[in-house]
């Protein structure tokens, strides 16, 4: 099997042919793993497995999850009729270069910092008018303040954007080249409460920041007229 990788730059078009020998065994016990679908008693049992941000867990013939964060004591857990194709590895090098969580927690501690800010802001209270009557207030909150709750939000939520949008196309890719190359054998998908929780989590950021934005400039209106 002959496979073409192509790499495009602003000078010139490198292209490198690599003739690649796949063993027999291999096609063997992938035709095998896929034939055992559609028979009663199978030396190949079904095992699946999940990848998160900090570990991988792999689940036992229907059984439960073991899980751990590191691949090689996971693959020595497992009995080799277990993972034939060495799924672990795979889901272990899908987890090193595409899952990359630390946006996120940047992200988390920008908006905890914002909400901290929001705290701070002046609530209701009661004050003696010139006539001395008893009337409740609530002062502006100060510009600076809140600018600076705005760019923490606002860049929180470019943070949150590019991780959620990143890892979701990524793992689409992944997951469509995994299943493809296991020629029947291998079925992956992408996470749903996964991908749910991400764009959920920037769909309430993106409503935060738009609110603050908007206080500012109703703030900043406010107080134009009444100085005019």
């Given at each position: 099997m002959f496979i073409l990788f192509a790499s495009n730059t602003t000078i010139l078009l490198n292209i490198l042919i690599l003739r690649?020998?796949?063993?027999?065994?291999?096609?063997?016990?992938?035709?095998?793993?896929?034939n055992s679908r559609h028979r009663k008693y199978s030396p190949w049992r079904a095992a699946g497995g999940r990848v998160g941000?900090?570990?991988?867990?792999?689940?036992?013939?229907?059984?439960?999850?073991?899980?751990?964060?590191?691949?090689?004591?996971?693959?020595?857990?497992?009995?080799?009729e277990d993972d034939p194709l060495n799924l672990v590895w795979v889901a272990s090098t899908f987890k090193d270069a595409v899952v990359f969580p630390y946006l996120i927690i940047v992200a988390v501690i920008f908006a905890f910092v914002c909400f901290l800010i929001l705290g701070t802001f002046p609530g209701w209270h009661e004050e003696t008018s010139p006539d001395g009557s008893e009337q409740?207030?609530?002062?502006?909150?100060?510009?600076?303040?809140?600018?600076?709750?705005?760019?923490?939000?606002?860049?929180?939520?470019?943070?949150?954007?590019?991780?959620?949008?990143?890892?979701h196309t990524a793992s689409v890719a992944a997951s469509t080249v995994a299943q493809?190359?296991?020629?029947?054998?291998v079925k992956s998908g992408v996470g749903t409460s996964a991908m749910i929780l991400g764009w959920f989590?920037?769909?309430?950021?993106?409503?935060?920041?738009i609110g603050l934005l908007a206080m500012i400039l109703s703030i900043s209106l406010l107080t134009r007229l009444t100085d005019d």
């Open positions: 690649t020998l796949i063993p027999h065994r291999v096609n063997r016990t992938i035709r095998s793993i896929r941000y900090f570990g991988i867990c792999v689940q036992r013939g229907g059984g439960s999850f073991i899980c751990n964060a590191n691949a090689t004591a996971l693959a020595g857990i497992l009995p080799a409740e207030v609530r002062p502006f909150p100060s510009r600076p303040v809140s600018q600076v709750a705005l760019s923490l939000i606002f860049v929180a939520s470019v943070f949150i954007l590019v991780s959620v949008l990143w890892q493809d190359l296991g020629n029947g054998s989590g920037f769909g309430l950021l993106v409503v935060v920041t």
